[in-house]
């Protein structure tokens, strides 16, 4: 062939490989923004409301926008702080390596929740925006991970894209990418961190030279990915598990690869150093790294008391049978009993891990990597195994991606089946597979965003009436003290409505305890549950002048005009009672009524100075001899 006739071929050529690229490029860009689609859609008001937890996280992330120190603990529950430090109490910090409340958070996902409240604000869109961004930055990460794992494998060119888009679509991946925690995002990380591990073997087995990072380089980008991932999620700490199980083995088996030992030693060394700052926290209060983890072991309907074998052995049924037919029922988690998978993903991962065992006797570095991918999957499932109340889709979220890549795999493998098959069915391959991915993708649309959005019980589920509460308080006059009856253990929604201002609304039990009477010529609102029939009528005794309002999210509001007096008058006093911390109360009236052989005194209290302690009254009623008669505290 001259010369002449073979530019024109060459460049045609290349024109093909453009666009070829080209396309793949944009098969790409559209999962992306599909994936991106699915989970900013309406993200600020689905899920409704902000659910304790989320709230919580955001209370954290407004205390670093704000330049706070911490520890901070935002609620009356939390009295384990004395446990957890022992004797080492913590130095105040601006920046926590660990976020003490709540049981305690790994920090990565607050910092950028900070970023996120800094950019758009405090609200719902700016917590979850975190998970979503993570979610859609986890299809590329799979994508990449895939594309590591499957390198040039003849046949497999489809099996980035097809595990993008399945991970783009599944269910459990959606709804905790539109959920303010922490999970999604150790999703990018864990699959990065595999990305480069695999990355740094193609380097080393094919061309060392070519790219611009070095195997070495790819190896401890692979160690610092794996150390960052304990800031992200308790799951993280697993993974190290899948390359201890892995590596060993595979230097064993296959002699090639042990010249790279000390490639894997800078990994390992890496991941170590990455993770330092958190390991020593942890080692320095152990009650946060062992607490959680024996608390998720030891609670939940499917724990065996003192046997947990039995336990961990019951919870592989659960996990098989929440992967397939029905899954987790907890509504935050997941649309109750739907299962991980829908059929058409049941099917695809099926054929995915009955593929990899049709290749068993393939070529040593398929299997490998064949190998590789069902250790993962394991690993990333004792999360949930170990556990009390499996399947718990959360502690699942690990296997999202590599569940994705085996069902790749699966409709991969079916792909070319179809194709292979004489007669009509081979053109129709692709449209097959194609169609049972739109009705796949349909499917999850269909779950979430109507079936799920549309569930009864998920407005209470997310604190909705808590967070219209706090949104209402928050629009009150400044001047104007509000209350809240009975108290509650969580308030972070309720405090995150009201910008992390702690101090703005206190809450108090109205059935048995002292009813606050807020500040003088300052109007006061109560704001009380429908349930709490005695208070409402203590506040119309006290206040007749006050107004009940119709009830609204969940409370009904009483209020009181500024003018209204604070004391009956009957019997007013000036008796003061300090305390040893020089902390003064006084009591400013009484009030006795006798019905009966009862009765009744009501005391009225007014703080002198500022109160940082609980105090206990009482009342001695004396005979005509000055002997106690009786007492009540």
Wanted: glycine share 8%; net charge positive; aromatic share 14%.
């Amino acid at each position: 062939m001259s010369k002449r006739a073979a530019q024109p071929r060459r460049a045609a050529d290349r024109r093909q490989a453009d666009r070829r690229r080209r396309s793949q490029w944009l098969t790409l860009a559209a999962i992306l923004l599909l994936a991106t689609l699915l989970r900013f859609w309406q993200l600020g008001d689905l899920p409704p409301g902000l659910y304790h937890d989320e709230a919580y996280n955001g209370l954290d992330a407004l205390a670093l926008a704000q330049g706070q120190t911490f520890p901070n603990f935002y609620e009356g529950w939390e009295l384990y702080a004395a446990d957890a430090h022992a004797n080492r109490p913590p130095a105040e910090t601006r920046f926590p390596i660990f976020f003490e409340g709540n049981y305690g958070r790994e920090p990565l996902h607050i910092y950028l929740m900070a970023l996120s409240i800094k950019l758009f604000g405090a609200g719902p869109f700016a917590l979850r925006a975190v998970p979503a961004a993570a979610g859609v930055l986890a299809v590329f990460t799979t994508f990449l991970a895939a594309q590591a794992l499957v390198h040039n494998r003849p046949g497999t060119q489809r099996v980035p894209y097809l595990a993008a888009f399945l991970l783009a679509i599944l269910y459990p991946a959606l709804t905790f990418s539109r959920f303010g925690l922490r999970v999604m995002l150790f999703l990018p990380l864990e699959t990065l961190t595999i990305y480069c591990f695999w990355q740094a073997i193609n380097r080393a087995q094919n061309d060392p030279g070519r790219g611009r990072l070095s195997p070495l380089a790819w190896f401890i980008l692979a160690g610092v990915g794996l150390g960052l991932g304990i800031y992200t999620y308790a799951a993280a700490r697993l993974l190290p598990l899948l390359f201890i199980l892995f590596i060993p083995l595979w230097f064993w088996r296959v002699p090639a690869a042990r010249p790279l030992w000390r490639a894997v030693a800078a990994m390992a060394a890496a991941a170590l150093l990455t993770a330092a700052p958190l390991l020593i926290f942890f080692a320095r209060y152990p009650y946060f790294f062992i607490f959680r983890t024996g608390y998720v072991a030891n609670k939940g309907l499917g724990t065996f008391p003192d046997r947990p074998w039995l336990t961990w052995l019951n919870n592989i049924g659960r996990v098989i049978r929440g992967l397939f037919w029905y899954g987790e029922t907890h509504l935050r988690h997941n649309l109750p009993g739907r299962a991980y998978l829908d059929p058409l993903q049941a099917s695809f991962f099926l054929l995915g891990l009955g593929h990899l065992w049709s290749q068993r006797h393939s070529s040593q570095g398929w299997r490998w990597r064949s190998l590789f991918l069902l250790l993962w999957l394991g690993v990333m499932l004792l999360p949930t195994l170990l556990s009390g109340d499996a399947p718990h889709f959360g502690r699942m979220a690990g296997i999202a991606p590599v569940v994705a890549i085996l069902a790749a795999l699966g409709a991969n493998w079916l792909w070319d089946w179809l194709a292979a098959r004489p007669g009509r069915v081979a053109p129709l391959a692709p449209w097959l597979i194609l169609t049972a991915l739109a009705l796949s993708a349909s499917l999850a649309v269909y779950d979430y965003f109507i079936r799920y959005a549309n569930h009864p019980d998920l407005p209470a589920a997310f604190y909705q009436d808590d967070w219209q509460l706090g949104l209402a308080a928050a629009a009150e006059p400044a001047s104007t003290t509000l209350y809240l009856t009975p108290t509650q253990e969580e308030m972070a929604t309720i405090y995150f409505a009201l910008n992390g201002d702690t101090a703005r609304l206190a809450d108090f039990y109205g059935p048995g305890g002292v009813v606050p009477a807020g500040l003088p010529n300052q109007p006061i609102l109560y704001y009380v549950r429908p349930a709490d029939t005695t208070t409402l009528a203590r506040l119309q005794d006290f206040f007749p002048t006050g107004q009940a309002e119709a009830a609204q999210f969940g409370v009904i509001p009483f209020r009181v005009p500024a003018e209204a007096p604070r004391l009956p008058g009957r019997n007013p006093t000036d008796v003061a009672f300090s305390s040893p911390a020089g902390e003064t109360i006084a009591l400013v009236d009484w009030v006795g009524l006798r019905e009966a052989d009862q009765l009744y005194v009501t005391l009225y209290w007014q703080a002198v100075s500022p109160l940082t302690a609980n105090y206990t009254a009482y009342v001695h009623l004396l005979d005509e001899a000055g002997r106690l008669a009786t007492q009540l505290d």
